[in-house]
């Protein structure tokens, strides 16, 4: 007998994968309207307050002044208060995941439905979590520094890429615990590497794709396939060292994004193809990779599109929709879990073939 999953805890911890996105959506907005150090504070516990008063907004406004962002290009009152809003709101979705955390786990545990392996796990995943908003934190105080106008790639690029490890982890676990016998899939075991090569490329392009937002590349090279005229773009490697190029020179990040990029899609795309023709027995498995290939070439228009406009508004799409094609990619390669190696014909059959 196949043991039984629980579904309540699964959902849980899908719930949480769900959350990680929404963390992607609020902070690639913060992102993108340029208010990643508006909020100058750091209060855990007591800073799901805005503030009520006069005095408490002149307080944050003064904390924001002293960034060299707000001294590069001085804003007023009410146009701090549009930058706080969204930082606000973001800060109080990750304190909300941590309660969507934390009452579900205490009762999981009071009716013992976590097994010991799974609670040290999904405590883990709090560590993390708890983890990546220290790290967040240490990135905004960033902005008191000279000259820093924006958080550097150094610090935002794994902050993104730590919270997709965390996202991943969540989705894998969650499926895992709703299911954990998997079901058996014919044949297929030969797919498995396609999956898996498919949830890599997604994951390391999209951190030279963050790479492009923090260091604002958008705004050169509109053109594609060609880089303004170029295959290979003048300067790539202007920078020394020779790795700043990857964090300080745009010709370099876009060059690789762009690179990656096209390489992941023909990958994934693949895979896609090769899950449907195998899969065509499995409805589920089917739509797993339906969804994938819909979801991949919706990325690869959305890059080339964001390339040729400069538009960050579109980049911002093109993120949330790499999120969305990173889960199908996790869920496609989850669904091979039971994948099984083809048969082998018996030696009569294959002579009487």
Avoid at 165 to 170: A, K, N, S
Avoid at 275 to 285: S, V
Avoid at 324 to 348: D, F, I, K, S
């Amino acid at each position: 007998m196949k043991p039984a999953g629980d579904k309540a805890v699964g959902n849980w911890l899908l719930l949480l994968a769900f959350m990680v996105f929404g963390m992607v959506v609020g902070g690639g907005h913060v992102r993108t309207i340029g208010a990643g150090f508006a909020i100058q504070t750091w209060q855990p516990l007591t800073g799901f307050i805005p503030p009520l008063n006069a005095a408490a907004w002149n307080h944050m406004f003064a904390l924001y002044q002293q960034t060299a962002q707000f001294q590069a290009q001085p804003v007023t009152l009410e146009k701090f208060k549009a930058l706080f809003w969204p930082m606000f709101w973001d800060r109080n979705w990750g304190r909300l995941m941590a309660l969507v955390f934390l009452v579900p786990f205490v009762v999981f545990v009071w009716q013992r439905r976590l097994p010991r392996r799974l609670m040290v796990l999904v405590l883990a995943i709090f560590a993390a979590g708890g983890a990546q908003a220290v790290f967040g934190w240490y990135m905004v105080r960033t902005g008191l520094a000279p000259g820093m106008v924006m958080p550097s790639p150094l610090w935002a690029a794994p902050h993104f890429l730590s919270a997709m490890l965390i996202f991943i982890w969540l989705l894998w676990t969650g499926l895992s615990v709703k299911r954990p016998a998997p079901p058996v899939v014919e044949g297929l075991s030969w797919l498995r590497p396609w999956a898996l090569a498919s949830v890599l490329l997604v994951f390391v392009t999209m951190g030279f794709g963050a790479l492009v937002a923090t260091t604002n590349a958008i705004t050169m090279f509109h053109s594609f396939p060609l880089m303004d005229g170029h295959l290979v773009p003048p300067g790539l490697f202007a920078l020394h060292p020779a790795w700043t190029n990857f964090i300080a020179n745009k010709a370099t990040v876009q060059f690789f994004h762009r690179g990656l990029a096209t390489i992941t899609f023909l990958t994934v795309l693949t895979t896609a193809v090769l899950g449907l023709r195998g899969g065509e027995k499995y409805p589920g498995l089917r739509d797993n990779f339906l969804l994938l290939a819909g979801l991949v070439a919706l990325q690869y228009v959305l890059g080339m599109a964001t390339a040729v406009l400069g538009a960050a508004g579109l980049g911002y799409v093109h993120e949330l929709n790499a999120v969305l094609l990173l889960a199908a990619a996790v869920c496609a390669l989850h669904g091979l879990r039971g994948a099984t190696p083809r048969r082998m014909l018996a030696p009569e059959l294959a002579a009487a073939e």
